[in-house]
């Protein structure tokens, strides 16, 4: 009853922030309530419509209420008051109707429909007026459209010709609509595999569409030309166009501004460094190795010109952490021949951070400080080393448990590999890093732990992926000491599997990766993003072990030292669709989902590397790591159960964001999600998946949440609420009436997917 009533005073608030909308409007004019567009075209989204529009009402909250004008109207008009500007500057100040932008509208409605090929199409409004409101209601009669029916390309140029009329890469087919989006599309397909060849000269402009739309059945004939100033053979351009640029040499300026000074070589505060065709020239107190940059270059001399190397030679440079800025250009040393131009304004090498956290997990509040130290050019290459060190207390019944810690990675961004030669490495591309680090933990009444590990990684990057592979990654972990009181109540009763507390080693190799088709050209179109990873440990110890014939324990198992390895196969795969609605409002949804299977010198899969579930990037009903396995319920509801991890994880996640006002925003979400065991383990029962009944166990939790966005971080409060809780009796299960104990809150550091 309580929850129900704050719930109702929170929403009656809400409300009352978004009455009278009209207290801004002045006399004679109008608040723009409503905008509504009505077509019988279905190839056009709403969305893509609304783009067009020139003018659209105050955005709403949840689809509601439009709380920022509701915040703009408790100002007052004395603007000398500090509380009138305040309210006015975090809320949005209400739309007045223009029919001018209504006209404007229409226009480019009829525009994008012309586009589409629909050459008669007719947009009619309605505009009505209730009190001090206006709705405007735009009514689309699109017409019959016109089709393509043929397609011909007539150039002159063999290379050009070939990547025009090749019908396997073409973006234009017959009887598809005379849609010039996509002819515009297919220039630039054309231009820039014609570019890809060294024709630097050659643009997109260059390239025309003759179309005969006169068969007067809506079929239109379609041919891709040359200009006809470009055909003429007095026009010196009709030359150049199609001359092959070579790279002659590539030229690099590291110096504090983006300026090039007219006599470079000849000034005494320069450096000049060659090798082969790559040429450095430095500012004195500069000291960026000029096989930094060479490294993370595409473009190479004595090679074709490239759009492609141009883009991705940004991309690569731009990433170095003492790069700050990077600006390429070319210039014509004759009729065959570029020099290419790099100029590198460099950033600050060194700098420092610190961090605070503050944690609420199973009701123990806990803090941590995080001190950290980053050189992006520690050996004058580019490599970037970065220490930190992390501390944290959490207050756990009366008791201090505490986690310290230390890491250092060393990243250098060239592909470090024995045996390869020079050339073979650069083409690559892959950045090399080193990590390692130290963990201390020490659960009073409990254990303590100490984590080393150790790793060497690759990483890459394309046009849209990520891609990381974890070539060593070796972790050992050791339980220097036991409570006798934890022996007696854990270990010794078979409570918990006792070889998530022995000593034992990781060695493992793994890739991950991610994606992503999100485009900043086009940030109000829906985009996904993935990430995806698979790992193998133990298999390279397993089989030198039979290889030489070693001899097994008394339980079958090898060791390293005298201390048992882990063998395992996991897999995770984490998916994320954004539908955007308009720049304030969007809805969110995510697949996440994990597999691990032990084998061979394991049983089960060490406790850092198994899944868990709840918490605050999860089913957000539950804490983290106090859903599952299955069915399986905690043996102490008031301390950590360490026996709440799986092999297998699935997490289904609905989530609609709406900015509030200022840096605000708010969500509601519904979760779904558990964790199961791949075998079925004594000390987790009930945990285990099976095909007949897991579908039973999925829990279910819905909530709300505030989020403030700082740009640079986004803060985050989430209030989750079980709706099914699998591990309860089957007539407690659906919580229809939830109490407090249904209830979890999250406090969180950016998004949770």
């Not at 586009?115 to 007026?129: E, I």
């Not at 041919?223 to 053979?233: A, P, V």
């Not at 990654?473 to 934890?486: A, C, I, K, R």
Request: aromatic share 14%.
């Amino acid at each position: 009853m309580k929850v129900r009533f704050g719930l109702f005073i929170f929403l009656a608030g809400i409300f009352l922030l978004s009455c009278s909308v009209t207290k801004h409007v002045p006399d004679g004019e109008y608040l723009l309530e409503k905008v509504k567009i009505q077509t019988d075209v279905n190839d056009i989204t709403r969305d893509e419509l609304f783009e067009y529009m020139r003018q659209t009402p105050n955005s709403k909250v949840f689809g509601l209420f439009r709380m920022q004008l509701g915040i703009y109207n408790l100002s007052g008009k004395d603007s000398t008051k500090w509380i009138n500007r305040t309210l006015k500057k975090i809320g949005d100040e209400p739309v007045i109707y223009n029919p001018i932008l209504t006209k404007l509208s229409i226009q480019q409605l009829l525009l994008l429909y012309q586009n589409k090929g629909y050459m008669h199409v007719r947009v009619d409004t309605n505009v009505v007026f209730k009190g001090k409101k206006a709705a405007i209601d735009y009514v689309v009669k699109s017409n019959k459209p016109y089709i393509l029916r043929n397609y011909k390309v007539n150039l002159t140029n063999d290379v050009l010709y070939q990547i025009a009329a090749d019908t396997s890469r073409t973006l234009i087919r017959p009887d598809m609509l005379f849609d010039t989006d996509v002819l515009n599309a297919e220039r630039e397909r054309v231009t820039s595999r014609f570019r890809q060849q060294g024709y630097y000269n050659f643009n997109k402009d260059f390239l025309i569409f003759n179309a005969d739309s006169s068969l007067r059945q809506h079929k239109v004939d379609l041919t891709l030309d040359l200009r006809e100033t470009l055909k003429q053979s007095d026009n010196p351009a009709n030359k150049k166009i199609y001359k092959k640029y070579t790279i002659r040499k590539v030229i690099f300026y590291n110096k504090s501004d983006i300026g090039i000074p007219s006599d470079l070589q000849g000034a005494s505060e320069l450096d000049t460094v060659n090798f082969k065709d790559f040429i450095l020239i430095e500012q004195k107190n500069q000291s960026i190795s000029i096989n930094a940059f060479i490294q993370n270059t595409f473009i190479s001399p004595n090679t074709l010109y490239s759009d492609a190397a141009v883009e991705r030679t940004y991309s690569a440079l731009n990433s170095l952490g003492p790069v700050k800025y990077v600006n390429i250009t070319f210039a014509e040393i004759d009729d065959n021949y570029l020099d290419c131009i790099i100029v590198v304004v460099p950033s600050k090498s060194v700098s420092m951070s610190t961090d605070l956290e503050a944690t609420f997990t199973d009701g123990f509040w806990g803090g941590a400080f995080i001190l950290g130290i980053i050189d992006r050019n520690v050996f004058g290459g580019a490599e970037t080393l970065s220490l930190q060190g992390r501390g944290a207390l959490e207050w756990q019944s009366n008791v201090l448990a505490q986690e310290w810690g230390v890491q250092m990675g060393l990243k250098f961004p060239s592909f470090l590999m024995p045996f390869l030669n020079y050339e073979t490495r650069r083409n690559l591309h892959v950045n090399t890093a080193f990590n390692t680090s130290y963990i201390y933990q020490f659960r009073p009444g409990e254990f303590t732990t100490i984590n080393l590990g150790g790793a060497i990684k690759y990483q890459w990057t394309g046009v849209r992926f990520r891609h990381n592979f974890d070539m060593v990654d070796l972790s050992y972990v050791y339980f220097p000491t036991f409570s006798e009181q934890f022996r007696i109540n854990y270990l010794n009763t078979g409570l918990y599997n006792k070889y998530n507390y022995e000593d034992h080693f990781i060695l493992r190799m793994g890739y991950s990766g991610s994606f992503s088709n999100f485009n900043a050209n086009r940030p109000m179109h829906n985009y996904s993003t993935s990430r995806y990873s698979f790992e193998s440990a133990g298999n390279l110890l397993y089989g030198i072990n039979n290889l030489l014939g070693s001899k097994a324990g008394d339980d079958g198992a090898y060791r390293l030292f005298n201390i048992r390895y882990a063998q395992y196969l996991r897999a995770e795969y984490n998916t994320t669709y954004q539908q955007i609605i308009d720049k304030n409002n969007r809805f969110v949804y995510h697949l996440g989902a994990g597999f691990g299977v032990p084998f061979g010198n394991a049983d089960v899969i060490p406790y850092e590397r198994r899944f868990y579930s709840g918490g605050a990037n999860s089913v957000r009903g539950w804490s983290e790591s106090t859903l599952g396995p299955g069915i399986y319920n905690r043996i102490n509801a008031k301390r950590r159960d360490y026996n709440q991890v799986g092999d297998i994880k699935l997490d289904l996640n609905m989530e609609y964001r709406a900015k509030m006002f200022w840096v605000l925003e708010g969500a509601l979400f519904l979760d779904a999600g558990n964790i199961w065991t791949i075998r079925d383990y004594p000390e987790q029962s009930g945990g285990a998946f099976k095909l007949d009944s897991f579908m039973n166990q999925i829990a279910i939790a819905y909530g709300a949440g505030l989020r403030m966005d700082f740009s640079f971080f986004i803060f985050r409060l989430d209030m989750g609420a079980r709706l099914f809780d699998p591990m309860r009796t089957r007539r407690e299960q659906w919580r229809v009436k939830p109490q407090w104990s249904d209830m979890a809150f999250h406090l969180a550091i950016g998004y949770p997917f």
